[in-house]
């Protein structure tokens, strides 16, 4: 499934920039003289799990006053009805401009879920204009510089949200077509008696190598930890060009497994600005997942678990990757037990929706415990691609719904009826119920939890969708 974003606003706001940051190459000439030649552009492209077709609007003739305005007009009313989701950019150092509201009436008359980009906000001089794109009448603006990439993984979010809804909405048509196989049974609770998807079998090809990302914060000890990790000795290749421009990849190989990790971090280091640390080490975390089945989330053990730390932590989970946690730094440490057991407790109370997400105490420095490290990944990577038949899927529902049965909601029981996984990568189960929306958030959170213990499924993001069916 993929996602159809429009990109839309008048000449010169920044379209075509936004396109090409999206898209990862210079596939457009940018231009600063409105109204450039430019054909309309359309490239699917896939950030993480999201897959986007994006339509630039920015392809303009220059012709009389009136043929341009024409064929805008109707460009822009082509790409808004192919869209998902429009991004409505403005440029928040002109203010708004009378082509802006032209522009913000044909949206909000298309009715379409709209983001509204503040773009050129990069510095002080976009303050008033931000605040005029309220007026637009399409929400809160969001501010963005294409240009300089700041605001990306606030996008990247909002993207992220519109295709949760649009699978969302895929899926219980998929739901609608399972509850039809099942219309003649009407049974109790749940009814079990399905013989499909019997395979547990894993679904990854143990020859492919495994894609591994490492991120943390500045100074976490990444780089230290990589070229331990990949030592000399163990190096295979060296930088290969052709993922995108800012990253490279390294294959090495440990104990008979092949494992590939891109580093995107390494390279852009030097073009750091010092105030805007914070937020760039969380979208370098973003930019480095996009390509990775398992994350290690580098943690300095010295400052262990702030608040950047979580961000980090929370964005792989939402991503849906695998997470192994390095306490790096270890070497530093000087009461391991006590501090181990402070930091488990820390993990639980700041990041609950990673269950028993593995710790593990390394040293990049000295190379200390970096086997068990890839030993974790090796084993959250095959947590990640479990699979649970149907059947037996369908005996735990039975048995924690009977142990723990569901609430009556305005005098009516609820009934939890079916479950199966659908996807795996991360884990991602649908369940009906005759009434998905009453059913409290702690029944489903008890169903999560008792499915993770029942299936050991720990740490990694599991998806669990309910979905009408009765
Ligand atoms: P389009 O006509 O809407 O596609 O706009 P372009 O992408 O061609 O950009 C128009 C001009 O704005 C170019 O000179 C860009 O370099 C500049 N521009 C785009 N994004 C930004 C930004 O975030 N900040 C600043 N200061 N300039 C930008
Ligand atoms: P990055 O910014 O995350 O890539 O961090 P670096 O790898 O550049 O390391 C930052 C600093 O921490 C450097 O001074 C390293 O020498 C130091 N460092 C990295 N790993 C360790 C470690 O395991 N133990 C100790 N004591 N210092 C480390």
């Known amino acids: 499934m993929k996602l159809n974003v429009a990109i839309v606003g008048r000449p010169n706001v920044g379209k075509s920039t936004l396109f090409n940051r999206l898209v990862g190459k210079k596939l457009a000439l940018v231009d600063d003289r409105p109204g450039v ?29 009136d043929a341009l305005e024409t064929r805008m007009r109707l460009q822009t009313e082509e790409a808004i009805g192919m869209a998902d989701v429009v991004l409505f950019m403005m440029d928040a150092r002109a203010g708004t401009t009378p082509m802006d509201e032209h522009f913000a009436a044909m949206v909000r008359k298309a009715g379409k879920p709209t983001i509204l980009l503040a773009n050129k906000s990069e510095g002080k001089a976009s303050d008033a204009g931000y605040y005029e794109a309220f007026s637009l009448g399409l929400g809160e603006p969001m501010p963005l510089s294409a240009e300089h990439g700041i605001g990306m993984a606030d996008l990247y979010e909002e993207l992220v949200k519109y295709d949760e809804e649009k699978r969302a909405k895929l899926g219980s048509d998929e739901a609608d077509a399972i509850e039809a196989a099942l219309a003649e049974d009407d049974g109790p609770l749940v009814d079990v008696d399905i013989e499909d998807d019997e395979s547990e079998a894993p679904l990854y090809d143990p020859t492919k190598p495994l894609r591994v990302a490492i991120v943390g914060r500045p100074n976490a000890g990444k780089s230290t930890l990589i070229n331990n990790l990949i030592g000399e000795d163990r190096l295979l290749t060296g930088p290969e060009a052709g993922i995108t421009r800012d990253s490279i990849s390294v294959n090495w190989e440990f104990r008979d497994r092949k494992f590939k990790l891109f580093d995107t971090a390494g390279m852009r280091r030097k073009a750091r600005v010092q105030e805007k640390l914070e937020k760039l080490s969380v979208s370098d975390a973003l930019r480095s997942i996009q390509f990775a ?52 407790e820390k993990a639980t109370r700041l990041l609950p929706q990673m269950r028993d997400v593995p710790l593990v105490p390394v040293s990049g420095l000295t190379g200390k415990n970096l086997d068990r490290l890839m030993k974790s990944v090796l084993d959250i990577y095959e947590v990640w691609n479990r699979r649970v038949s149907t059947s037996r899927l369908n005996r735990w529902l039975n048995g924690a719904t009977q142990g723990h049965p569901p609430p009556a909601v305005g005098g009516r029981r609820i009934k939890v009826r079916y479950v199966t996984q659908i996807k795996t990568r991360p884990p991602t189960f649908v369940v009906m119920c005759s009434r998905p929306d009453d059913l409290p958030d702690s029944y489903q959170r008890y169903l999560l939890n008792d499915l993770r213990d029942t299936f050991d499924i720990p740490a990694v993001p599991v998806r669990m969708l309910m979905r009408k069916g009765d």
């Not at 490239?43 to 392809?59: F, K, R």
């Open 37 to 65: 030649t430019r054909d309309r552009r359309e490239s699917e492209v896939q950030l993480g799990d999201l897959h986007i077709n994006i339509i630039d609007t920015a392809g303009l003739e220059v012709a009389e006053e």
């Open 293 to 344: 089945e398992v994350v290690i989330v580098t943690l300095d053990v010295t400052k262990p678990f702030e608040k950047q730390d979580l961000q980090i932590a929370d964005l792989v989970g939402r991503e849906g990757r695998a997470i192994v946690i390095a306490l790096n730094k270890w070497d530093l440490v000087e009461k391991p037990q006590e501090m181990m057991a402070e930091l488990r």
